[in-house]
């Protein structure tokens, strides 16, 4: 019983569990890998993180059943109410994100990052940072992310010409609250073979913060047509 509480206190307070559903973020997690998203440590760009999909991305959450729901009380598992997803984080508050610069690059604050060590790759090559330009700026207490399979990840660049439920202006779901992160995803714990622990890649390294403070609002400078 003693267990059962201190590990139900772990995961509600320390680190959850995950398991990967989708490809959207290949190669580095593949689908089915079981990920720790850990609670008690601070995020930075370039970190994978778990959040909670306020935003609806995922479409209306769903009713979980009886034993779900006891053990989503208890800490097992994650809130299924607002369903979770799982990204890169590429833009912090106030950071302007682009794509592309003439080397086919993603920048942020004006800084090209090498995105070679995350970015999916197979037997045809690796995949572009984005098929369509968009430049945006990420608003105060907000975060912009991206799937490392740019090919097969609806993330926030999927979702710049929305419009929120709540009001606010066109492509404002596209940016992440931050109090909606879970945690930072900091190891693959199964299968076997795929343990391994994960660290924000050098390629952020030296971006440099945002000049301006963060903006209230989104502000999409420009965005093309589709995903």
Not at 66 to 90: M, Q, T, Y
């Amino acid at each position: 019983m003693i267990g059962l509480l201190v590990t139900t206190g772990l995961r509600a307070f320390v680190f959850q569990p995950f398991k990967v559903p989708s490809g959207s973020m290949q190669n580095t997690l593949q689908v089915h890998d079981k990920i720790v998203a850990l609670r008690v440590i601070d995020f930075e760009r370039g970190d994978i993180v778990v959040f909670q999909d306020a935003n609806r991305w995922l479409g209306p959450p769903r009713e979980p059943g009886l034993v779900r729901r006891g053990l989503e009380f208890v800490g097992v598992l994650p809130n299924s109410a607002e369903g979770h997803l799982v990204k890169r984080v590429i833009g912090m508050p106030g950071d302007r994100v682009s794509c592309c610069d003439d080397q086919d690059r993603m920048t942020v604050n004006g800084y090209a990052l090498d995105e070679s060590a995350y970015l999916f790759t197979d037997d045809s090559g690796m995949v572009k940072p984005a098929e369509v330009p968009f430049e945006v700026v990420v608003p105060a207490g907000h975060m912009f992310v991206l799937g490392d399979h740019r090919n097969a990840s609806g993330d926030s660049r999927c979702h710049l010409r929305d419009v929120s439920l709540q009001g606010g202006p066109a492509g404002a779901p596209a940016f992440i609250p931050l109090d909606s992160v879970v945690g930072t995803v900091t190891l693959i714990m199964a299968p076997l073979d795929r343990i391994q622990r994960l660290q924000t890649p050098e390629a952020f390294a030296h971006v440099p913060e945002p000049v301006d403070p963060a903006p209230d609002e989104a502000e999409i400078v420009r965005v093309g047509e589709g995903c």
